[in-house]
Nanobody, 126 residues
Framework: HVQLVESGGGSVQAGGSPKLACVAS????????MAWFRQAPGKEREGVAG???????RYADAVKGRVTISKDNAKNTLYLQMNSLKPEDTAMYYC?????????????????????WGRGTQVTVS
């Protein structure tokens, strides 16, 4: 069973650059595709960024050029560096893990029904 714990959220001013982290239980990054999602109040959850086992990445158009997803396999930690934040980036941010990398390359960044999720970290931009 995979456990994911996010951190790094909070209240930031527009233009700020927080860095989110997601610590995973165990050595999963070589076997799982990892992704960041977000959900704003009243909106559907959306994929923000994904990274597969060999390090290739994909970004949603809404954040491309402003965020960077990375991982530290030795620390079992996934990161999301966010820059130039806008009020519309306000959301609960979640990390997720899935064994199937194909979900990173669908019409949108997604995960399957057997994915694992953290509880999220809130980012509020004002």
């Amino acid at each position: 069973h995979v456990q994911l714990v996010e951190s790094g959220g909070g209240s930031v001013q527009a233009g700020g650059s927080p860095k989110l982290a997601c610590v995973a239980s165990g050595d999963i990054f070589t076997r799982y595709y990892m992704a960041w999602f977000r959900q704003a109040p009243g909106k559907e959850r959306e994929g923000v960024a994904g990274i597969v086992s060999d390090g290739r990445t994909r970004y949603a158009d809404a954040v491309k050029g402003r965020v960077t997803i990375s991982k530290d396999n030795a620390k079992n930690t996934l990161y999301l560096q966010m820059n130039s934040l806008k009020p519309e980036d306000t959301a609960m941010y979640y990390c997720a893990a899935d064994r199937t990398e194909d979900y990173c390359y669908g019409p949108v960044i997604g995960v399957g029904p057997s994915s694992y999720w953290g509880r999220g970290t809130q980012v509020t931009v004002s």
